[in-house]
């Protein structure tokens, strides 16, 4: 009789294998790929025919969203929580992901009894934890055990409608012969969750783990059986977090909030360009304010410039909170089409504040403090916006009208834009500074 069939799986990226593989072709790292058992699938009970209903008879729940008592969290969201959404939140460990679990919960049980599921702590010490928060609540209710069929018994039984699970690599299913946290238990896992979210109309949060190159644990397909994925973003020399949408099906992606940690937990950043942007009334050369969008959100960022005399062979180039490739290109533009050579000098760029910038329109600001840099000159009151081509013009960006009205709110009354987007711009106190290509930048600001 043949024994049981067997897969080998990555545990990093989920990619399947027939046969054990040094190396794993998804995802390239070594040693990473595990044994587990393939069990053959039940068969399905007989639950009748079922019909397909017609588009227009289908009722919607638009407006059924809930409040999360954070206003950061509720534009991350679009708006609040939809009711029997399937929500994965991921970050680095120690980044707060309990934290926000723990006061979303407290605040969610004024109006329903809520479920804390922790596979990873006691319940001391989720109540240690809320101590020290200040959260006190009698329909928060804690259960310490990673058996999903033990959470589904007590969610049916007491009839909760929002349910934590804290994380989803420490769940166990019985039926499914391998180790919590390995592929198949995270991908059977979900899909249980998932099918006592829908059929019962519960609001199911999810933790999950991320491998050392920042992605989520598991299997892909985690990713794909939510509605919501959010990551949690931050460094833990900083005080402040950015939670950000990378998928959500009831709302804007990309969208961010931005939090303070404190001792009490974490607190709404209302104004959170102010804490990009620094104090910016000591103006310095080297320092450029870009305006870039996060989501639906203008922010104003600081972008630092530092160009010295190299006393290496090959010059660095050193780069934080942008691409490094970006950077390259961008240098090689000025080398090309504006003559200034970087094949003897070091140039270090920094995003200040810790956040992360891939939009083409900071491009803008980035040569600028390069330029002030080189130059020795302050750029003075004036925010840059615009995306530099690779012939060395200026091209045009999207939400020119918001960018300009944030940076008008923090105080700045020169502009300088694609010549494209002039045209576009409604009624402004700003100077607006329309420019085409990259000279007519360099004359203007130097």
Known sequence: MAGPKTKFYCRECGQESARWLGRCPGCGEWNTLIEERVEKSKPTENRGIVQAIPLTEIQTMEGQRLDTGSQELNRVF???VVEGSFVLLSGEPGIGKSTLFLQMAEYLSRKENVLYVSGEESARQIK????????????????ADNSLEAVRSEVLNKGYKVVFIDSIQTMLLEDVQSAPG???????????LLKLAKENEITVFLAGHITKEGVIAGPRVLEHMVDTVLYFEGDQHHIFRLLRAVKNRFGPANEIGVFEMRGCGLADVTNPSMFFMGDHTQVSAGSGVAVVMEGTRPLLVEVQALVTSSIFAPPRRTVNGMDYHRLLMLLAVLDKRAGYA?????????????LDVDEPAADLAVIASVMSGIKDQPLGNMALIGELGLTGEIRGVSHIEQRIREAEKFG???????????DSIGRTDCRIIPVKNIEEVLDFLF
């Open 342 to 354: 970087f094949g003897a000098r070091d140039v270090f760029v920094n995003i200040a504040g810790g």
């Open 78 to 80: 679009g708006g609040g």
């Open 412 to 422: 700045f009354r020169n502009c300088l834009v694609p010549e494209v987007n002039a």
């Open 182 to 192: 390995s592929v198949s238990q995270v991908r059977e896992g979900a899909s249980f």
């Open 128 to 143: 240690l934890r809320a101590d020290r928060m200040e959260l006190s609540s009698s329909r928060v209710h804690i259960l």
